[in-house]
Structures are given as structure tokens and as C-alpha cells.
């Protein structure tokens, strides 16, 4: 599922384009905004893969929030612009977007933007799949393999298969690992980690977890219940993920 941001100050284009958003079988709503300074924040947590971004807006534009972006292609998201002024168009491509959608639109053309980055996402997600590991030099890294972060002033390693869950904190992530007492702190998004590991073992749960499905010990009305962690220790599920977890669940039980 690509993750999509919808960012419009007028409340009946963001309705238009969100239900679009819900009628598209490949995207997942992850959050409305209405205005870029409320974006750039959403964006900063790291876990958007797409933004349909209208461009006039009070205060800072969609090209300025655009130009503001992370430079990591892992971090930065994908954009469409959304707009009624045709003149922006230039500029728009000039900021390298996916697509330029002139208000009013219907949702064929907003299926055609929606397709086309869609390709373009799982293009630079097969690029990083083959990209070798800059660590040792091999293919990309596996259930078996580690990784290294800063934390501390020092370079920490991570064994993937000890990850229990990750907790995205914003600009930080907290990596809690089995036998250790308290988890790795390090200036990293979780949309970067989670690229990084393997996605029928490292469930995306909600927008700031990531859990080890191998971890797992239950699931109840509180959330899941993982295991080597104390027993009030509950990790939340989201709206928005809350399918996708299940599905993987389900296809563990007899």
C-alpha cells in the first residue's frame, strides 16, 4: 500500500481528493492537512509515501514545501500538485513531481497521477531491494543479517533477527532489542529502517511501530501483546494498518 498525504486548505478539494484516495485500490490514507506548515511536520515522521499537494496556500506554498523536503529519496515523498492555476505547471515539473492535476478534476485523472507514481515508487523500491549493502559489500540486508547505527556517540550494531519492535519517535527511533535492557536511541526515521527489513517478518503496525511478527505473543483490544517485553507492555495498532497486520496474523492460524 502506498502511503498518501492529502494537503489542501479548502476543505471541499481535501474531501474530493481523500475519497478519491479511499476509491483507489493501492493507496492508504495516512493523514489531511490544511495547510504546508501542518505537511511538513506530517511528512518529517517519515512513513508518506505520496502527497497530492495543492499549491496556493496561505502562509508557505506547495512549491516552497516542496522545495523543503528531505534530499534522501527514502525519505522524500512522492508529489502531485493539485491546483486551478495552470501557470504552476512549469514550475511544478522544474521541482521533478509526478503530475500536475488543474482543478476541477474527475477521478479518472486523478487515477491516471495516482498510477503513474505508483509505478515510479515501486521502481525506486525494486532499485533499493538491489542495491548492495555498503556494510559488507553484498546484496541487501536479510533476516540473518545487521545493521549499524549512531547512538551515543558510537556506532551500534543491530542483529535484525533481535529486533522485538521499533517506536518512531519523529526525528528519532528506539530499537528494542532481545536481552537488552533498554533500546538503542538513534536520529534515524522508521520509514528508512523499515526499507531495510524484511516485510513478511517486520510488520508496519502503526505510523511510529514497526513490530518482529516473530515477537508477537498476542492480540487483544488494548493492541499486541509482544513477547520478552514486560506483560502490560502493549504496542497500538492503527486505523490504517489494522487490516493489513490481521491478514498476516490470520495466515498463522489453524
Do not use: W
Request: hydrophobic content about 40%; proline content about 6%.
Amino acid at each position: 500500500m502506498i502511503q498518501t498525504l492529502v494537503v489542501d486548505d479548502e476543505p471541499l478539494a481535501q474531501n474530493l481528493v481523500a475519497q478519491y484516495v479511499s476509491q483507489t485500490p493501492f493507496l492508504e490514507l495516512c493523514g489531511r492537512c490544511s495547510n504546508a506548515k501542518e505537511a511538513y511536520e506530517r511528512i518529517q515522521e517519515g512513513d508518506v509515501d505520496l502527497v497530492f499537494l495543492d499549491v496556493q496556500m496561505p502562509g508557505m506554498s506547495g512549491l516552497t514545501l516542496m522545495k523543503s523536503m528531505p534530499d534522501d529519496p527514502a525519505l522524500r515523498p512522492k508529489v502531485v500538485f493539485t491546483t486551478a492555476f495552470s501557470e504552476y505547471a512549469i514550475e511544478g515539473f522544474k521541482l521533478d513531481a509526478v503530475d500536475y492535476l488543474l482543478k476541477p478534476f474527475d477521478f479518472d485523472e486523478f487515477l491516471k497521477a495516482a498510477v503513474k507514481a505508483q509505478r515510479q515508487i515501486e521502481l525506486e523500491r525494486q532499485a533499493y531491494t538491489n542495491t548492495p549493502n555498503p556494510l559488507e559489500g553484498g546484496p541487501e540486508l536479510l533476516e540473518d543479517d545487521f545493521f549499524f547505527v549512531k547512538s551515543e556517540y558510537k556506532l551500534v550494531r543491530i542483529d535484525i533477527p533481535k529486533i522485538i519492535y521499533i517506536e518512531g519517535l519523529k526525528d528519532y527511533i528506539k530499537i528494542y532489542l532481545e536481552g537488552e535492557p533498554k533500546p538503542v536511541l538513534t536520529l534515524q526515521s522508521l520509514k528508512a529502517v523499515e526499507k531495510r527489513l524484511s516485510s513478511a517478518t517486520y510488520i508496519r503496525v502503526h505510523r511510529s511501530f514497526i513490530v518482529n511478527i516473530n515477537y508477537v505473543k498476542g492480540v487483544d483490544r488494548a493492541g499486541i501483546i509482544m513477547s520478552s517485553l514486560p506483560s502490560n507492555t502493549t504496542i497500538p495498532i492503527g486505523d490504517g494498518y489494522r487490516s493489513a497486520f490481521m491478514q498476516q496474523i490470520e495466515s498463522k492460524m489453524i
